[in-house]
């Protein structure tokens, strides 16, 4: 069985340990609104972005130097013809030290071509993680793109 979830991976100079300490700090690389804490399991937090969205999030593992899953519990993607899109979905970081380098591997399972929002989430994602979160992680600033929000 193929997996056609949304995947996109980085390697950083950074302990896999800091860079979960990094991810969680969403505010610096996603350049969103965001409330609540994502620093440890069972954690919940909202991200907003433009006019009414939001996507609540629950922080649903967290395995240290290994791997953080966030659930989206609830959203509003007001831009959209089904704006509960990521219902139910899990944004997956997985994360691989080795020599001082760590290799984060990223999926957004629910997230398929055959969801309405999925061009526009893949721009964005690909600008969020290989652009944002890895200049982030590398040089403390992540880069913000107003049309990816």
Same mark, same amino acid.
């Given at each position: 069985?193929?997996?056609? %979830?949304?995947?996109?991976?980085?390697?950083?100079?950074?302990?896999?340990? *800091?860079?979960? &300490?990094?991810?969680?700090?969403?505010?610096?690389?996603?350049?969103?609104?965001?409330?609540?804490?994502?620093?440890?399991?069972?954690?919940?937090?909202?991200?907003?972005?433009?006019?009414?969205?939001?996507?609540?999030?629950?922080?649903?593992?967290?395995?240290? %130097?290994?791997?953080?899953?966030?659930?989206?519990? %609830?959203?509003?993607?007001?831009?959209?013809?089904?704006? &509960?899109?990521?219902?139910?979905?899990?944004?997956?970081? %997985?994360?691989?030290?080795?020599?001082?380098?760590? *290799?984060?591997?990223? &999926?957004? *399972?629910?997230?398929?071509?055959?969801? *309405?929002?999925?061009?526009?989430?893949?721009?964005?994602?690909?600008?969020?993680?290989?652009?944002?979160?890895?200049?982030?992680?590398?040089?403390?600033?992540?880069?913000?793109?107003?049309?990816?929000?």
């Amino acid at each position: 069985m193929e997996d056609n %979830d949304f995947s996109i991976s980085i390697s950083a100079k950074i302990s896999a340990s *800091e860079a979960i &300490k990094k991810l969680s700090n969403v505010t610096e690389w996603w350049g969103v609104t965001f409330t609540g804490s994502s620093e440890k399991q069972a954690d919940k937090f909202v991200v907003k972005m433009s006019g009414d969205s939001f996507f609540n999030f629950t922080v649903t593992e967290l395995i240290p %130097d290994k791997r953080v899953v966030w659930l989206v519990t %609830d959203c509003n993607m007001p831009w959209y013809s089904n704006k &509960k899109g990521w219902a139910n979905t899990k944004l997956i970081f %997985d994360l691989d030290e080795n020599n001082s380098v760590t *290799e984060l591997n990223f &999926k957004h *399972e629910g997230l398929t071509p055959n969801i *309405e929002c999925y061009k526009d989430c893949e721009r964005g994602w690909t600008h969020w993680i290989k652009l944002s979160l890895f200049s982030y992680l590398t040089n403390g600033l992540g880069i913000f793109d107003q049309t990816c929000q």
